[in-house]
């Protein structure tokens, strides 16, 4: 179900420079007489190989979110033929920038500051990554801000670029120009090898076999490596159809993403009569 209702802002500036890419949406819940408590806000970071993608391909995914939570949709600068000073770590250095914007807004849109949650999808999920396994780029705002990620969620998410390069060499085409070729540099900066925080976040790894374009290797790897890290709380879900794209427009995915935050914010008592209803809506086993 499409949440029609929802509140809308669009092309919100998260940095002072009003560049085109340093933007996002908010999506918000209706105005409710039923629930009276903020919700928490889902943060969805696009993919597209560091040189395209945009916020708007998942309006819809913001839109079904947005019936319980806050929902931010962010875009990045990318490496592209004109842009080619774009270059890691300007990317996540913007989504950082995002998530402390969302973080400081959150009480004039009217939402949780504290309960924030990650989405990313393939290059997104790697930046999501980046951002809770270093502290550094959130730490450059608020040194409480990694604190403040609840949960995060990797979608056919990308985690190594030398892996990633054994298993697609052709994909040098978008590695080198955002990165570089240096491996000691590939290396340094994929999710996999960053061994940073000790305080890692939930996690939830998605990945469909039918992904064409990113092998399962990456979460199954990923996956090792939050676990030795330290993470206490990793899952990882392969049961979900349809190719790399595909994903991420799918019904499942959404009752997956919900069901994730519910079973985290369930802890919450201020958060049950919300936990109670979304429950109820995706059919979601109560105790």
């Known amino acids: 179900m499409i949440n029609e209702s929802s509140i809308v802002h669009k092309e919100l500036s998260y940095t002072s420079s009003e560049r085109p890419l340093q933007k996002l949406d908010l999506y918000l819940p209706p105005p409710s007489t039923e629930i009276d408590c903020y919700p928490p806000v889902v943060v969805i970071i696009h993919g597209g190989a560091w040189r395209s993608g945009d916020k708007n391909e998942f309006t819809k995914l913001g839109r079904q979110l947005s019936l319980y939570y806050a929902v931010a949709i962010v875009n990045y600068r990318l490496t592209t033929k004109d842009t080619p000073e774009i270059k890691n770590p300007l990317h996540v250095e913007d989504v950082a920038a995002s998530i402390s914007w969302v973080s400081s807004y959150a009480k004039e849109y009217g939402y949780r500051d504290d309960r924030i949650y990650l989405v990313g999808n393939s290059a997104g999920a790697f930046i999501s990554g980046q951002l809770v396994l270093n502290p550094e780029y959130l730490n450059f705002y608020d040194p409480n801000l990694l604190g403040k990620i609840r949960g995060v969620i990797g979608v056919e998410g990308i985690y190594d670029l030398i892996n990633l390069l054994e298993s697609y060499p052709k ?9 570089g070729n240096d491996k000691n540099i590939l290396k340094s900066v994929s999710p996999q090898y960053i061994t940073l925080n000790t305080k890692i976040p939930p996690y939830l790894l998605i990945h469909s076999l039918d992904d064409e374009l990113v092998d399962i290797d990456q979460s199954n790897n ?36 919900t069901e994730f935050i519910i079973t985290q914010e369930s802890r919450e008592a201020s958060w049950n009569q919300v936990v109670e209803a979304a429950m109820k809506s995706i059919n979601f086993p109560t105790i």
């Open 171 to 179: 994909y040098i085409e978008f590695v080198q120009p955002a990165f």
């Open 222 to 257: 990923y996956f090792e490596h939050i676990k030795n890290s330290g993470g206490k709380i990793i899952e990882i879900e392969t049961s979900l159809k349809g190719n790399h794209d595909e994903v991420m427009q799918t019904d499942e995915l959404i009752q997956k993403i």
